[in-house]
């Protein structure tokens, strides 16, 4: 597509559940990254996939948050077991591989709101 | 460990006046690339600049002008004339070795008439 494209814009969710964030990156960027940006900070890292590989996963702040990417396109993002601190609004940008790009497009984002 | 400064949380000034966004950086890297982003109100991350760390020269693009000073870690970002369309919060971020962007806290730019 033209850009990068995240679904749901929003989501709102109660306490516990589970919520599936999605993200279509531009045709052609293999690197991928998802990013949190909660009300008033700046932009948190949370994981990095080259391909459907994530070398680095340093950002995810818990065991209840997983990452995946296929086909070297789509990547979701999952939350398990919400919280209300998970509130935020998740981005997701990409690039060609990072040696060949000079930016990362971002998306509009997900905002999730947890109840 | 990487890290990047904006101290300025909120500016505010009125149209026509010239601007400054500070940006102080740390990285251990020797090669590394400096970006400025515009995120206005509808949420989205606008790319602006991206400097690498051996490039020293300063950039000019219309009304926006960008200080690269190694000597003192920072990539300071000027918007002359401002425009209420400026209106924004405008972020700093590094990369070094590792792919991802660090971005700094922000900067809040409000332009009035």
């Known amino acids: 597509g033209a850009g990068v494209s995240q679904s749901p814009s929003n989501k709102v969710t109660e306490k516990g559940k589970d919520v599936e964030l999605r993200c279509d990156p531009i045709?052609?960027?293999?690197?991928l990254y998802w990013y949190r940006q909660s009300l008033g900070q700046g932009l948190e890292f949370l994981i990095y996939?080259?391909?459907?590989?994530?070398?680095?996963k340093s950002g995810l702040p818990s065991d209840r948050f997983s990452a995946e990417r296929t086909g070297g396109s789509v990547s979701t993002l999952t939350i398990q077991r919400t919280q209300q601190e998970d509130s935020a609004v998740y981005l997701c940008a990409s690039s060609l591989s990072p040696g060949r790009s000079k930016s990362y497009t971002f998306g509009s984002g997900t905002r999730l709101t947890v109840v | 460990a990487q890290k990047v400064t904006q101290a300025q949380t909120e500016i505010s000034v009125v149209e026509k006046e010239d601007v400054t966004l500070d940006c102080v950086y740390e990285t251990r890297d020797t090669t590394y690339y400096l970006f400025w982003y515009k995120q206005p109100p509808s949420g989205e991350l606008v790319f602006l600049i991206r400097r690498n760390s051996f490039d020293e020269q300063n950039e000019i693009s219309g009304r926006y002008s960008w200080n690269f000073q190694k000597s003192t870690s920072s990539f300071n970002f000027t918007i002359t004339a401002s425009q209420v369309v400026d209106s924004a919060v405008y972020f700093c971020a590094l990369r070094g070795t590792a792919s991802k962007l660090t971005f700094g806290t922000g900067t809040r730019l409000q332009v009035t008439l």
């Open positions: 045709s052609g960027h293999t690197a």
């Open positions: 996939f080259q391909g459907n590989s994530a070398p680095d």
